[in-house]
């Protein structure tokens, strides 16, 4: 392995040895409560375009995917016609799906209503989560799983609004960029920062699924 991609000591298990973009990622954004609609935005998409691929793959493409939907500025993607969405695909170095293309497009539409009926984005997810950041049990050693019940709440009602393309393992990957789930190991320098600058509500696990062992990894 080269020292662009060394594994660090007291760094989460399933990040070390990720690239310095991915890395950057993680220090700076990765669990950090978000409470902007336009980051909350983004954060939704990007994971739309990552279901199947890695992360690697999507976040290399960040400038391109910002560009292509105006800065994740959901009142103009929301207007995008099918035009746009075939400019996209012609976009260079666009992930070139177009259902995922389109579902970005939609969930632009679906998000806007959610907001009108709740203020904003963020208070739904604190509505639907009971308020966040929150630390489940054993997630801090490592055992952290694919998806769990709020996921599936989420991911369940998100659907019934019309939005596409978020599953339950989708939306707990974005509960966790997001910071309403702080999945940091307990050794990694921001789940203390995190946990100090937004104090966690501490959870017992909630009806997990596909539980994996990132600490036996470090």
Known sequence: MDNDNAR????????????PAERRYHDEEWGVPVLDDRKLFEALSLEVFQCGLSWATVAKRRPVFSKAFQDFD???VA???????????????MIRSLPKIR???ANARCFLELRREFGSFAAYLRNRAG???????GHSRGLVPASNGLSRDVARDL????FRYLGPVTVYAFLQAAGVINDHDARCPCFQRIKA????????????EDLRDYGAAS
């Open 8 to 19: 660090l000591p007291g760094y989460c298990s399933y990040w070390n040895g990720s690239s």
């Open 74 to 76: 959901a009142v103009r």
């Open 79 to 93: 207007a995008f016609t099918d035009e746009d969405a075939a400019r996209i695909m012609d976009t260079p170095g």
């Open 103 to 105: 579902a970005v497009i």
């Open 131 to 137: 308020g966040f950041p929150i630390v489940y049990s």
């Open 159 to 162: 659907r019934s609004r019309g």
């Open 197 to 208: 600058a937004f104090p966690p509500r501490e959870c017992p696990p909630d009806r997990e």
